[in-house]
């Protein structure tokens, strides 16, 4: 039986919910895997380079070196940063798409390969695979990794960091919350349907619901009434210990939207309606805050 996707995320990303090998490998996360690497899907959109410059970049970090690809316009600057925290498929086309799309909207934006220590996940088909490599990614090391990708995108001579916004999709939502926790330098976020709660492991011992009170910097949470893998219990909740934060971070809930909905190459999931009108107030949330 074909799974949604939102119902695999669930039972991955969350340690207390067990998962079988066997059944994802014909789920359509599985599935996913393999789009996501490949980047072949019907509807999935496809930004030029046009008045661009972008490309591959190495970043350099605490322990070596991590890659990277990096979006801007080819003239002017220098431009607000904007980071781009990848989901669980690591450094794919959509990835780097977003930041095409980005950049034609005036940023410099980047985004790190976060796993490339263990593995590139573009080359990984199962997603059972790939999530051992993605939950013991420690938040320590993301936050630094983070760090060291606005420190470069610095150095570039092209990216204000004064002006530092961030956005990030699933996995990658989740490290938004966490980085606005951690860097309060941000001046604006915005987490597309990134997990709130769950169990606390060794490498993730905190979640977005445990530092939602040390959260000043405002966070757009754009999620979906019918991901099966987020509680709407977990928004709610989070919207009430934010109110204590004084951080001005608001949510909006697509109400037929599940998992995944601006996720372009994964046909199960997208819901152009919804990512469209996501992508445009995450567009003005940063404007709002000064990312511009």
């Known amino acids: 039986m074909k799974l949604e996707l939102d119902q695999d995320i669930a039972g991955i990303l969350e340690p207390e919910r067990a998962f079988d090998r066997r059944d994802f490998l014909s789920t359509a996360l599985g599935a996913s895997a393999a789009l996501a690497a490949s980047g072949t899907s019907a509807q999935q959109i496809v930004t030029d380079t046009a008045g661009l410059t972008a490309g591959d970049v190495t970043i350099k970090v605490a322990d070596g070196t991590i890659p990277g690809y990096f979006a801007m ?26 930041c095409r799309r980005l950049a034609k909207a005036g940023y410099y934006a980047i ?43 610095k150095a570039s001579g092209k990216g204000d960091v004064e002006r530092l916004g961030m ?44 530092m ?22 977990d928004v709610d909740k989070m919207r009430e210990e934010l109110k204590g934060s ?14 995944g909905f601006n996720a372009d190459f994964r046909p199960d999931n ?9 992508w445009t107030r995450m567009l003005a949330w940063f404007k709002l805050w000064g990312v511009v």
């Open 246 to 259: 004084g951080s001005k971070s608001e949510f909006v809930v697509y109400a037929e939207a599940g998992h």
């Open 167 to 210: 956005t990030g999709f699933c996995r990658g939502g989740r490290t938004v919350w966490m980085y606005a926790a951690h860097n309060p330098k941000l001046r604006a976020a915005v987490a597309w349907y990134g997990t709130l709660g769950g169990k606390p492991s060794d490498a993730m011992p905190k979640t977005p619901l445990d």
């Open 111 to 153: 985004t790190p390969d976060v796993y490339a220590r263990k593995a590139d996940l573009t080359k990984i088909p199962n997603i059972a695979d790939i999530i051992p490599i993605v939950n013991a990614k420690t938040d320590a090391e993301m936050m630094a990794d983070f760090d060291a990708t606005a420190a470069f995108a």
């Open 212 to 233: 939602a009170r040390t959260i000043k910097v405002p966070v757009l949470g754009l999620y979906g009434g019918k991901d099966s893998g987020i509680p709407l219990a």
């Open 73 to 98: 316009p080819a003239t002017g600057g220098p431009f607000a940063v904007i980071l781009v925290a990848p989901e669980v498929f690591g450094l794919n086309p959509y990835m780097k798409d977003i």
């Open 270 to 278: 997208y819901r152009k309606q919804d990512a469209e009108d996501g």
